[in-house]
């Protein structure tokens, strides 16, 4: 398939279909920054507290007084 | 840690295509003489010999005979002016991928850390009494691990001419899902322990998910240009990083050495496994896998927006060119004309991803060992001279060419010379305030 090659209504509609892509994809994208930021900033504050859940959940730990 | 096979591997077909210019840079600068048979004498200088077929009714008829002396001269600027441009297109990269080691090696202790853990194709160890008792280790050590690379690259030569595609991609594909999440997990987990940061698990999981499908995706099938060339950048980044860790000093030195000299013969001797896979590759007029060499240009023209990065292969039956130059052109015909605008058009030069690897253990290592930036970017600067002098005899003899031998023998001088030599040197003007 070539892209210069298509009439120009087939051309808008598959404009059209990856732009209804770009458009899901960028809500995906702030809906999971979102997720990302909330549960960062709850590990971040909450991880000491949470004794050996924290530590369970954690990838790395790092050294010295919390 | 002891690596396993597929680690192996990567290295080892990274390796195995460490050479291979890809011989269609040869268009470069026709001489109706010099085209090799099977295309069609053109006057551009972008049409090769994949894209020869394509043009043959084109404009070969006209152009065919006309190997003038105007057009020599012409065409002998426009290898000059392509040749200083594609020098450029691979600096970058390499550059970026120097960069990248260095960058981790001077931040991140855990990769210049002694330690006595090694891969299991270099079983001598180096903690040994004896100056010659450490030679001999690290030269047994290079002796295994060439010989380990010599086979795996015989078998991916032999694979690929009885035409196992299903395999070599299912190793491909599985030494790549290596690289891009086993590997990126572990440099991860060591970045995040230098900055001391607390990271759960959650979230290291989302981030090496995405990066790693993202890295499948963008090599293996589809993916915008310079995202496929950062993805490689990257793994080669990371292997680097992996064989400077793993591999003894001494022996890091001699394996460098020998496999420049494995690389000058694997590719220029006739019955070299590597120039064996290009001339197969050519004679089958397919591309070599993508995972294993870094391009500067696109190799896809299906569904590709792009006119000007389009690499007219001569499988490609549908020409943009064509529709050009000729309007509204609704059958597809596998015999195409250029048209006078395709001066545009480029197809980059390729280079593999092993010669990636070396290259930044190279600078890596004389980062990590040295301390020092003196020798550091002594090396880097030798390198580049190396793959400026690579390029041009590829501009010259324009066949595929090993990039490893020069800019490595290159580096070995000048880190050894800098290490030795000058570093002393500077040091006493500095402590004695004496400034030349």
Redesign the interface.
Known sequence: ?????LPNEEKLSLCRKYYLDVKRSALGLLL?TAV?TT??TI??HF?AEWGEVGDY????????IP | MNASDTDEDSYNERTALVPSENPEVQSYSPDADHTPPDSTPSKKPQVTRRAGPAAADGVGGGGGGSSDQEADAEDEELTLKYGAKHVIMLFIPVTLCMVVVVATIKSVSFYSEKTDQRLIYTPFSENTSSVGRRLLNSVLNTIIMISVIVVMTILLVVLYKYRCYRFIQGWLILSSLMLLFWFSFMYLGEVFKTYNLAVDYPTVGVIIWNFGAVGMICIHWKGPLQLQQAYLILISALMALVFIKYLPEWSAWVILGAISVYDLVAVLSPKGPLRMLVETAQERNEPIFPALIYSSAMMWTVGMASPMDAQRSGQETDEEADQRSQGAEPEIRPSRSFPEDDLEEDRGVKLGLGDFIFYSVLVGKAAATGGDWNTTLACFVAILIGLCLTLLLLAIFKRALPALPISIAFGLVFYFSTDFLVQPFMDNLAAHQFYI
């Open positions: 398939m070539n892209l210069e090659r999971w990302l549960w960062i590990f971040q991880r959940l954690s990838f790395t730990i790092p050294l010295g």
